[in-house]
């Protein structure tokens, strides 16, 4: 089998295995840097609050990583998931809107020690046109294709209004961009070969407050304190 059908062959799992997969290699990044050499199946899936059948279920899709029975080494298991993940060379990303939330992204470290480093910022505001956010300026709006391409962008995220979204991602794809984090609070239509993550901060914590509520009722009908609407008319 060619190796570009064997790549192809683990792409092809569920979403929830995708969504753990940066989960797992996180927790064996923070394993690897306090010296831990090996790692059970059990170990690695309690530390993250799930089943070890998960855990197994999900490496299956990629080989299982170790014989029945035998610890994971921790070193091979980030290498092997880095590389299924697609980080274990940087992908270079750019960020368009350099607003609060686009200057706090591009002043996370994080983004640069997972693989991800910001190569361009742009903005349309010429207050902040030339601002230099962890050593990268603000760019014209108007650089955008010809700096994406030079740079080599594979992600762009996209922290501009909802109406000015979709005119952005547009020129993002016409300049090579196949991946896309969207903070805009709006859909976006793209090419097949394009991928889209929606992130909404406020779906996120309503999403919280539903829990923190249903928490609350609980611990009220069980004697243990008020409920949220204690003391109302």
Do not use: W
């Not at 062959?9 to 797992?24: G, H, I, K, M, N």
């Not at 480093?117 to 294709?145: C, H, S, T, W, Y």
């Amino acid at each position: 089998m060619a190796s570009s059908e064997r790549n192809l062959q683990t792409c092809e799992v569920p979403d929830a295995t995708v969504q753990r997969l940066p989960l797992y290699l996180e927790k064996l990044k923070l394993l690897q840097a306090i010296g831990v050499e090996d790692v059970s199946s059990r170990q690695l899936a309690e530390s993250l609050d799930i089943k070890a059948s998960q855990l197994r279920h999900d490496f299956h899709y990629f080989g299982g990583f170790s014989r029945p029975g035998r610890p994971y080494r921790v070193e091979k298991l980030v290498t092997a998931l880095e590389q299924i993940i697609g980080v274990d060379r940087p992908v270079p990303t750019a960020i368009v809107g350099a607003g609060h939330l686009g200057q706090a992204l591009a002043n996370y470290p994080g983004l640069q020690l997972q693989g991800f480093p910001i190569r361009a910022i742009f903005d349309v505001n010429p207050k902040l046109l030339g601002l230099e956010i962890r050593g990268q300026p603000v760019r014209d709006l108007d650089d955008l294709e010809p700096v994406c391409r030079r740079e080599g962008i594979k992600i762009g995220v996209i922290t501009v209004p909802a109406s000015s979204a979709q005119e952005v991602v547009n020129r993002l794809v016409a300049a090579g961009v196949t991946g896309l984090l969207n903070f805009a609070p709006t859909e976006l239509k793209v090419p097949g070969h394009v991928s889209v993550r929606h992130e909404r901060l406020t779906v996120g914590i309503m999403a919280l407050s539903f829990k923190v509520k249903c928490g609350a009722l609980a611990r009220s009908a069980a004697g243990n304190e008020p409920g949220p609407l204690a003391g109302s008319a």
